[in-house]
């Protein structure tokens, strides 16, 4: 049996070079962020706004390559221009006017551009590429109808916002994977 001394040193010698290889190893975000910063600095809008929609989805950081980023960005265009409907529809229901009206024909759009595009992802990128461009376009579309009517309605606009972001991200994207 060692004396205590000698343990305790070892057990010291073996967290210290534990730390040490932690402290030394490249963190799998470092890769991940430099594929993030890439892309959203290739966007038309803010970089800091697109690097922070992207870390949003801890999916984001694990993507390895554009096809992988692409997907992930596309589930979480999916899930948000859904929810963003389903919003719309349930406002509709209280308040039918023409500008929401208008809003919910657009993000049906959305929706159907984005679920096509994430189908066409590994078939047919130019078309997907397409499919993204056209869903901002639809969420342009539906603020256009809100601010000709003369109204403001903040929760549909902002909504619109991050459709157009996700839109930009996914065309910087596919025009990389084309």
């Given at each position: ?26 963190l ?14 290739q ?57 929401i ?76 994977l084309?």
């Amino acid at each position: 049996m060692s004396p205590p001394s000698q343990t305790h040193a070892l057990i010291l010698s073996a967290i210290s070079l534990s730390l040490l290889l932690l402290v030394n190893s490249p963190l799998p975000t470092t890769a991940t962020s430099q594929l993030i910063e890439s892309v959203c600095n290739q966007t038309s809008i803010s970089s800091s706004k697109c690097v922070k929609l992207l870390e949003s989805d801890p999916r984001s950081s694990s993507a390895t390559n554009l096809h992988d980023l692409a997907k992930v960005v596309l589930e979480a265009a999916i899930t948000n221009s859904t929810d963003s409907l389903s919003f719309i529809n349930k406002m509709l229901k209280n308040n039918s006017t023409e500008p929401i009206k208008k809003c919910a024909f657009w993000y049906e759009a959305v929706v159907g551009s984005f679920n096509s595009a994430l189908k066409e992802l590994d078939e047919d990128i130019e078309t997907a590429n397409y499919d993204v461009k056209i869903a901002g376009d639809d969420a342009n579309n539906c603020e256009t109808s809100i601010a000709s009517s003369g109204v403001k309605i903040p929760s549909i606009s902002s909504r619109n916002d991050i459709i157009k972001l996700y839109s930009d991200i996914l065309f910087v994207i596919t025009n990389k994977l084309d």
